[in-house]
């Protein structure tokens, strides 16, 4: 199995930009589907947005036009570019991998990654 292992975090503005990584300590990213979910303080862990092996890339609801990600196939890597971020971005974002195949679209729920990253923290100012 891959380990993601994310960099990035910090401190922002509201309306300031950030750039988060993933990168994997083991294996390589081929053939998964890498994501990012968030979890605010005392919220429940959120999907943000996942990407598989040919970019194509899906997003949530709430980051939607701010957020994009983008993957790097040959420096195994992949990245989350925050936009116009707003103090409700707080969070520590993870980064997750799953090499399964599912139907109805691309995986967005928790239970479908199977390698998770320890998180960043993300603080969003206003």
């Known amino acids: 199995q891959v380990q993601p292992v994310e960099s990035g975090g910090g401190l922002v503005q509201a309306g300031g930009s950030l750039r988060l990584s993933c990168s994997t300590s083991r294996r390589t990213f081929s053939g998964y589907t890498v994501a990012w979910f968030r979890q605010g303080l005392g919220q429940e862990r959120e999907f943000v947005g996942c990407?598989?092996?040919?970019?194509?890339?899906e997003y949530g609801q709430g980051v939607v036009g701010r957020f994009t990600i983008s993957r790097d196939n040959t420096k195994d890597t992949v990245a989350l570019q925050m936009n116009n971020l707003k103090p409700d971005d707080t969070a520590v974002y993870y980064c997750?991998?799953?090499?399964?195949?599912?139907?109805?679209?691309?995986?967005?729920?928790?239970?479908?990654?199977?390698?998770w990253g320890q998180g960043t923290q993300v603080t969003v100012s206003s």
């Open positions: 990407i598989v092996e040919s970019g194509v890339a």
């Open positions: 997750a991998a799953s090499d399964g195949t599912w139907l109805g679209g691309l995986p967005r729920k928790e239970w479908q990654y199977n390698s």
